[in-house]
């Protein structure tokens, strides 16, 4: 779907991959923190850093989202295509907006 550089696109893939890997095992040490009875506010500074990092992910795939499908429908030639990522983009905003 888009014109972007098959070599990019599999980088950016990899990169993103790598650090939701990273944040799946923050998620797997916040486990072993309750398991072990750790200190509350601790538990609470971890996950304040895996919500950091899953905001930092989430910026970049939106970015992505951006330099490519959006500007490629809206580009397009066809009305009702540009008219229905508009109605993504605004779902996306509103409904990740917490």
Known sequence: MSDEPAEW????RA????R???IEGQVRGLQRM???DRYCADVMTQ???VH???RSVGRELMRQHLEHCVT???RSDDPAVT????DELMELMYRNRG
């Open 83 to 86: 008219d229905r990522m508009y």
């Open 34 to 36: 309750v398991e072990e």
């Open 20 to 22: 939701l890997r990273r």
């Open 47 to 49: 996950i304040a850093s």
């Open 15 to 18: 990169r993103t991959l790598t």
């Open 9 to 12: 696109r599999d980088h950016s």
């Open 52 to 54: 950091a990092a899953l």
């Open 72 to 74: 490629e429908a809206i």
